[in-house]
């Protein structure tokens, strides 16, 4: 069996060296490789080489970070033995994602525990039917991720109501005489301040039991494991300060004179402020995934479909392939198929970018989540579940965005020592402060120290690369471009040269009629109606061409008679009455026809890479054709925008040096590759690699897939061959080459995005961590206060998710022409 890409469910990450920790954790795992962690989606992502998913679960478990598993029980028929339930048990053991399989043939049930992520419910139903034993679901533990997010991100909002309404009278107590002239003075003469100092001891503890429970759940253990994390910080800081408050209230005689006072509102206030900024990234992060739910949000959650002869609708995941089902005016298409009966416009502008609805009729293929015109349609299901187009373009979107750049590896290095680094600079300011400190020094070095602990906190480093990633594939995909691999954004960033296959991909792939000269005494349209109707009978793609010409200009055709087709020359034909001769000059030549009066428009058509048709009516010469495969619209827009960026293009092509180099000349290409043999189109980019460095291939045929993975990022035309598709790390869904110059626009704005996100991490972090362990006191007199250091650590990452989602309203720098 072929290795298996597996993407699961993190828990308990709440830092970007957790996920670093994780990763760690997942690499000591036998038969696995090519391991991603991403802190911003919760999510990590490997390649099975022989591992167990069981084997996973216990390294996560053991890393205190462990995969989200699910439980579900299917509904099975067919089971008639003790042999069958083995084999059910098989087939389920099989997929990657399963843990647990409980297969019961006197309930005619299975229990299965999973990993969710890499498959689901519906997908483990299906395996058992493909393996003879028919399945539903019948009972799921699990929720859907949108339906999760949305369940963190309410927690996360009563954890700040709750933390904020225990701290707000610790706050006003402590320092409100900051703001309310004569406060002190009335605490004192009311209640009294050791009574203030009770009340915010109650209040502070409350608040570190209850919503900041949390940060010594996962911090404590974390630092029993020597593995500090972002949680260690925030519960070394808050309980420094809440115990050397404890201390001042009940054992004052155990600190220095001098010293006796409290930090219970540093304590609640750190806490309280750090559970908002989680607050605020729970809200952004979910965001960040907007495009991936929109995505899922197209495929309707049932459909209508044909059975024993009646129209029922049942849910999606019970629809099975050939299934035939019936689409009424205005619905989404439920699920990928092949129209049996009606004709309707269907809008697939949310699959392609393509704005105009495409024209649909019997043998024609609908794809599921696009949108139906005014007509009906009858179709037979050819694709369900996790293998229609619509669950392919989700699964590549969310690969990308698991997918680790490059760029991003300074971050992990950094992260990886980072809050061991903090500790050991706390520790060391604390020192200072207590060896050479102005009085009273423990309480500076309270202060310096609980500060650098919290300021510190590297979350905005975890979260700079993933986050952007995330928007800015998924916004991608909404343009129609889908990035497969997550790296790609980064390297097609880095071309500087983009070359392009000709047929199918520069070009529209098939000959068409591009001139009609006819002599004097001979029209246009008459020449053409009776050649189009003797190549009727011919099998010949040129003879598809003229017919096509023929029918969109409206000419009806009359029969052809005494057909008569010469290999490699052309045809013979009888059309009302005219005797027709119809191909090279060779061919007329020998028929005793000259040709010599059309023989400058003939040189002009090979000139431009042109077959020259000749037509003779009754014995005389009356027109030369020029059949081409046309280039297509966008083509020669695209490669003035590549041309505009600094780029240089190529082509790559098997067709005749004459006729590579004259569609060159029409759509300005730098450097022509022709009458290169398919397997040596691999070759071609090598070469162009070396001469010019990293290239970006973009082709659509089978013939195309060794390029496409010999470049360094490979483009694929969506209108291609699935080969080239899964070959590809960029497919273009609408098959308009616009998509290519859109690509590199979001790979540069996605890149310039990551390079601001981390810029303000690195800088931000390097920049406060001095200021918080005190080293403006000398010169101002000034400390940073721990209150404040929690607010910047928070702002920080709120930045960085901010400013990735602005990656969300990027327009397309091209519109597929309409």
Known sequence: ??????????????????????????????????????????????????????????????????????????????????????????????????????????????????????????????????????????????????????????????????????????????????????????????????????VQFLLTTAILLWPGRQFYRLGVPALIRAAPDMNSLVALGATAAWLYSSVALFLPDLLPAGTRTVYFEAAAVIVTLILMGRWLEARAKGRTGAAIQRLIGLQPATARVERKGAIIE??????????????????????????????????????????????????????????????????????????????????????????????????????????????????????????????????????????????????????????????????????????????????????????????????????????????????????????????????????????????????????????????????TARVEGHVLVIGTARLLAREGIRVDVLKPVAQELADAGQSAIHVAIDARIAAVLGIADAVKPSSRAVVDALHARGLKVAMITGDATATARAIARELGIDHVEAEVLPEGKATAVSALQERFGALAFVGDGINDAPALAQADVGVAVGTGTDVAIETADVVLMSGDLVGVVNALDLSRRTLRNIRQNLFWAFAYNTALIPVAAGALYPATGLMLSPILAAGAMALSSVFVLSNALRLRTVQPVMEIEK
């Open 1 to 198: 069996m072929p290795p298996a890409t597996l993407r699961i469910e993190l828990q308990g990450m709440s830092c970007a060296s957790c996920a670093g920790r994780a990763e760690r954790a997942l690499g000591e795992v036998a038969g696995l490789r090519d391991i991603s962690v991403n802190f911003a989606n919760g999510q990590a992502q490997m390649v099975l080489d022989g591992a167990r998913a069981a084997d996973i679960a216990e390294a996560l478990r053991a890393a205190n970070y462990p995969a989200r598993e699910e439980t579900v029980r299917l509904s099975v028929s067919g089971l008639s033995c003790a042999s069958c339930v083995g084999r059910a048990e098989a087939a389920l053991n099989a997929l990657p994602a399963v843990l647990e399989t409980h297969v019961n043939l006197a309930t005619e049930s299975a229990k299965v525990r999973y990993l969710p992520g890499h498959t689901d419910a519906g997908a483990l139903a299906r395996a058992l039917t493909e393996a003879g034993y028919p399945a539903r679901v019948e009972q799921e533990s699990g929720e859907d991720q949108a339906t999760r997010r949305s369940a963190e991100i309410a927690h996360a909002r009563r954890q700040v109501r709750i933390a904020t309404l225990l701290t707000l009278p610790v706050f006003v107590l402590e320092m409100g005489s900051h703001v309310i002239p004569g406060m002190h003075a009335l605490i004192i003469e009311t209640i009294g301040m050791g009574t203030s100092w009770l």
């Open 314 to 571: 049942i849910p999606i995941d019970d629809v099975t392939l050939g299934d035939l089902l019936h689409l009424r005016p205005g619905e989404r298409v439920a699920i990928d198929g092949e129209v049996t009966e009606g004709t309707s416009y269907i809008d697939e502008s949310m699959i392609t970018g393509e704005p105009v609805p495409v024209l649909k009729g019997p043998g024609d293929a609908v794809v599921g989540g696009t949108v139906n015109g005014a007509g009906a349609l009858s179709f037979r299901a050819t694709a369900v579940g996790r293998d229609t187009v619509l669950a392919r373009i989700v699964a590549m979107v969310e690969e990308a965005q698991g997918a680790k750049l490059p760029v991003q590896a300074l971050a992990d290095r950094v992260v990886r020592v980072f809050v061991p680094v903090v500790i050991a600079v706390t520790l060391l300011t604390v020192t200072v402060w207590l060896l050479a400190g102005p009085a009273p020094a423990l309480s500076h070095a309270l202060v310096a120290g609980v500060s650098v602990l919290i300021i510190a906190c590297p979350c905005a480093m975890g979260l700079a690369t993933p986050t952007s990633v995330m928007v800015g594939t998924g916004r991608a995909a909404e343009l129609g471009v889908l990035f497969r691999k997550g790296e790609a954004l980064q390297r097609l960033d880095e071309v500087s040269v983009v070359a392009f296959d000709k047929t199918g991909t520069l070009t529209l792939g098939a000959p068409t009629v591009t001139r009609i000269e006819a002599l004097r005494g001979f029209d246009a349209e008459t020449v053409l109606r009776l050649t189009a109707a003797a190549q009727t009978k011919s099998e010949h793609p040129i003879a598809r061409a003229i017919e096509s010409e023929a029918a969109a200009r409206g000419l009806d055709l009359p029969l052809a008679e005494d057909f008569q087709a010469i290999a490699g020359h052309g045809i």
